[in-house]
């Protein structure tokens, strides 16, 4: 297992930006797969976006041109560039590691979007 901490969230007007970091406890070289999730009060946990071991990226549709996900293996970090912030945005953003039932989570950075 991999311990994961995010950081850089909180408050954003709508249209501005953020850039969430997610820094892991050991190298991601390994770990083919990182993404981040969010949820938003009231709602289940939703995927936003993954990065491959090979760079290879995936974007949920309410978040593609908006987001970016990227990885630094030699400085065992994920970040999200979140550009064009809107309400609907709002939520607890997670990092992972993994696929499956051996996935490991964060703790969660909160993001809250004015309008």
């Known amino acids: 297992q991999v311990q994961l901490v995010e950081s850089g969230g909180g408050l954003v007007q709508a249209g501005g930006s953020l850039r969430l970091s997610c820094a892991a406890s050991r190298s991601i070289i390994s770990i083919n797969v990182m993404g981040w999730s969010r949820q938003a009060p009231g709602k289940q946990r939703e995927w936003v976006a993954t990065?491959?071991?090979?760079?290879?990226?995936n974007y949920a549709d309410s978040v593609k041109g908006r987001f970016t996900i990227s990885r630094d293996n030699a400085k065992n970090m994920v970040n999200l560039q979140m550009n064009s912030l809107q309400p609907e945005d709002t939520a607890v953003y997670y990092c992972?590691?993994?696929?499956?039932?051996?996935?490991?989570w964060g703790q969660g950075t909160q993001v809250t979007v004015s309008s």
């Open positions: 992972s590691a993994g696929q499956g039932l051996g996935r490991s």
């Open positions: 990065i491959a071991s090979g760079g290879f990226t």
